[in-house]
Antibody, heavy 123, light 113 residues
């Protein structure tokens, strides 16, 4: 069965960086794009970007351009999301979410989600 | 960015009754070349990640009960739960996947009356 297992909660100081991992299993890792979506406490969902685990290509929401980097390691079937220059507004649960569509073109909606990683930014 | 606006923000419905949630997009999410609406609905229960319910505005994801249905086209969409069950208590989100950044509505909290 498809599983996305994320790394544990993090507490960071303003200005620091955080790197969240998402280990995939139960399917062909390189066949499906992976997205990152975040959710501030008590708030809605915000799409951050997408990575193609097959070809490394990425696309980020303009809001996060310059601060976010998504990478992958095909030897461990893991994708990573690193967010830098953290501020209090970045306090949120970060989810990895698998794209619904296999192949060269992403569907851009999400069928399997990780359990979420809480990142708290506080001085 | 395409702004997605849901109504109402919260809703209380009696068990067995119909629940209706609306979603309006700031611009059409209907792609003319394939006549498909790039609109999805998700359900998020407390402490859980979202779950995909509906895509292409009206296609149920595999395993989703048929009491859930989606309708609408262009800029106006509706999620209907025909007969509310206790396990349907959740926050519901619409999402457009027509263009980046892929955006969500603010959510509608559904409770039992």
């Amino acid at each position: 069965q498809v599983q996305l297992v994320q790394s544990g909660a993090e507490v960071k100081k303003p200005g620091a960086s955080v790197k969240v991992s998402c280990k995939a299993s139960g399917y062909s890792f390189t066949s499906y794009y992976m997205h990152w979506v975040r959710q501030a406490p008590g708030q809605g969902l915000e799409w951050m970007g997408i990575i193609n685990p097959s070809g490394r290509s990425t696309s980020y929401a303009q809001k996060f351009q310059g601060r976010v980097t998504m990478t992958r390691d095909t030897s461990t079937n893991t994708v990573y999301m690193e967010l830098s220059s953290l501020r209090s507004e970045d306090t949120a649960v970060y989810y990895c979410a698998r794209d619904t569509t296999s192949g060269a073109v992403a569907g851009n909606l999400f069928d399997y989600w990780g359990q979420g990683t809480l990142v708290t930014v506080s001085s | 960015d395409i702004v997605m606006t849901q109504s109402p923000d919260s809703l209380a419905v009696s068990l067995g009754e119909r629940a209706t949630i609306n979603c309006k997009s700031g611009q059409s999410v209907l792609y003319s070349s394939n006549n498909k609406n790039y609109l999805a609905w998700y359900q998020q229960k407390v402490g859980q990640p979202p779950k995909l319910l509906i895509y292409w505005a009206s296609t149920r994801e595999s395993g989703v009960p048929d009491r859930f249905s989606g309708s609408g086209s262009g800029t106006d969409f509706t999620l209907t739960i025909s007969s509310l069950q206790a396990e349907d208590v959740a926050v519901y989100y619409c999402q457009q996947y027509y263009s980046t950044p892929y955006t969500f509505g603010q959510g509608t909290k559904l409770e039992i009356k």
